[in-house]
């Protein structure tokens, strides 16, 4: 009997410790559970006040970029020509300025590419904070007149790019040198144009004359290369177009030409570092 209330005594403490045991993990199961559902449910907070603040932030960045473009947006105030690649860039992204004209667009006389004027000014270009997306599309055709230009269609290698700002140098260097008839310069510019705006009727189209060169003798027609020089301004202003004066500026930053010249037509790099200079301050000025 005594043998008989011990087993059970025993059976009893083990049933008790058994059920204890199982509460015990059922409390544990319980709290890891429930612990569980309320860092899901703290992790779900969480995740949502994020996603939340990062829509916010979308939202001040689209307000921020929406300031910038009416800050630079055109509205009939004086604006510089990096007023515009700013507008360009917010709008678009990337901002393509090219150049067209003969071997002095093409930098020779440069003791290296470097040198070149437009190499200078997109280099300058591109360090401005927001602007390092502008793309510079070369387009220099050594020893061509306007009426060669015409006659291979080169104004259509410069469409084809669809550049936003267009730097035209007017090529009467050589035009002079080979005697095409101020009439004809004329015409050919205007046919020029003409196609660049049909193509690309929001490019902004910038006339460049080229620079002075040491002599200036009639040619078989009887005129000179100022005159020339002179037909290059009067296109520019007949179509409203921008022009910068490189020939002037440049005789009035060294009286002595021939000391930024090469060889008494194309610049070296002394000359060319004042055709950037004059870019640099047309680019910035307002107007």
């Known amino acids: 009997m005594v ?27 319980g709290v890891l559970y429930y612990g569980q559902k309320h860092l899901e449910a703290l992790g779900a907070i969480q995740a949502k006040e994020a996603k ?30 990096i007023d515009d690649l700013y507008y360009l860039t917010l709008t678009k992204g990337e901002v393509k300025i090219a150049t067209f004209g003969s071997s002095v667009t093409n930098g020779d006389g440069a003791s290296s590419s470097e040198y070149k004027w437009a190499n200078l000014l997109i280099r300058y270009i591109q360090g401005i904070d927001g602007l390092r997306n502008t793309v510079l599309l070369s387009n220099g055709f050594p020893g061509h007149s306007t009426e060669m230009v015409m006659l291979q269609n080169y104004v259509n290698h410069v469409i084809a790019d669809k550049p936003d700002i267009i ?45 002075p060169k040491k002599d200036d003798t009639k040619n078989s027609t009887g005129a000179y290369y100022k005159d020339y020089v002179a037909l290059s301004e009067e296109f520019a202003a007949a179509n409203q177009l921008d022009y910068i004066d490189i020939y002037s500026r440049m005789k009035e930053a060294n009286s002595n030409v021939n000391a930024l010249l090469t060889d008494g037509v194309h610049p070296n790099d002394v000359g060319y570092k004042v055709w950037f200079d004059i870019m640099k301050a047309y680019f910035e000025q307002k107007k």
């Open 3 to 29: 043998g008989g209330k011990k087993i059970r005594h025993a059976l009893k403490v083990t049933t008790t410790f058994f059920s204890i045991s199982v509460f015990s993990c059922g409390m544990i199961v």
């Open 52 to 81: 939340s603040a990062w829509e916010q932030e979308l939202i001040r960045r689209e307000e921020r970029k929406i300031a910038e473009i009416n800050k630079y947006k055109p509205n009939g105030n004086p604006r510089s020509v």
């Open 167 to 211: 730097l035209l140098e007017t090529f009467v260097l050589n035009d002079h040198g080979q005697s095409i008839p101020l009439k004809k310069t004329r015409e050919n510019l205007e046919t020029m144009l003409q196609k660049i705006k049909e193509a690309l009727p929001q490019a902004k189209v910038i006339v460049l004359s080229p620079n």
